[in-house]
């Protein structure tokens, strides 16, 4: 499944926010890599820099110094448009909270990421559809999340991050909102799409039972990295 492909790459990653006494480092000089098809996760106390480094990796947020490197691109330099080109074609992201708009159903709060990339429209349902077949709501698929519950409006988000077949999924907190019961749910479909689609997936993470799911745990503190330790790749 895992193509030892170097998928990410960044080095000296520095992100502080502020000046003067409201000065903050966020990010002390951080080095990380990720392999094609990788499963990783990030976890650390509260305030230690994982989705700042998440939002830094993937281009949302910009550096102050040091380089990320996305295959052949340098997210480091590009300018925002191309960021925004680069998440659109080759990244997903879930987030706690789904973050899918009440008014629309599942499959076209899927299908948005492909019509905002110019697929057209007919294209843009049947691979909206395809991938909520994949995460088990085919037959929800014209339910608006309002009449779902959160494991399947989870699942939705995950459908809506793996539409457009992206390299890396970054999921920040991605059961912090759910049951143990859901949360099992979630994670066994993830761990699925990993070894399936060979999707690489970034998981920020409290959970060490979610952390052990993965194939590799990276622990920070105050900005760093600090050591890390594999995962055993194995389903809950």
Known sequence: MN???????CSGVKKIYGKGESRTEALRGVDF???????????????CGKTTLLHCLSGMDKVTSGEIWFR?????????????????????????????????????????????QGVSPG????????????????ERRFHKPAHMSGGQQQRVAIARAIVHNPGIVWA????????????????????????????AFVIVTHDPDIAAMTSRIVYMDSGKIIHEKSGSGRGM
């Open 3 to 9: 193509n030892q492909q170097q998928l990410l790459h």
């Open 33 to 47: 890599s990720l392999q094609a098809g990788e499963m990783t996760a990030i976890m650390g106390p509260s305030g």
């Open 72 to 116: 052949d691109r340098p997210v480091h330099s590009l300018k925002e448009n191309e960021k925004d080109s680069l998440r659109g074609t080759s990244m997903g992201f879930v987030f706690q909270n789904y973050n899918l708009i009440p008014v629309l159903t599942a499959v076209e709060n899927v299908e948005l990421p492909l019509l905002s």
């Open 123 to 138: 294209e843009s349902r049947k691979k909206a559809v395809d991938a909520l077949g994949k995460v088990g709501l085919y």
């Open 172 to 199: 920040d907190e991605p059961t912090g909102a759910l049951d143990r019961e859901t949360t099992g749910k979630v994670m066994q479909l993830i761990h699925h799409l990993n070894r399936e689609e060979g999707t």
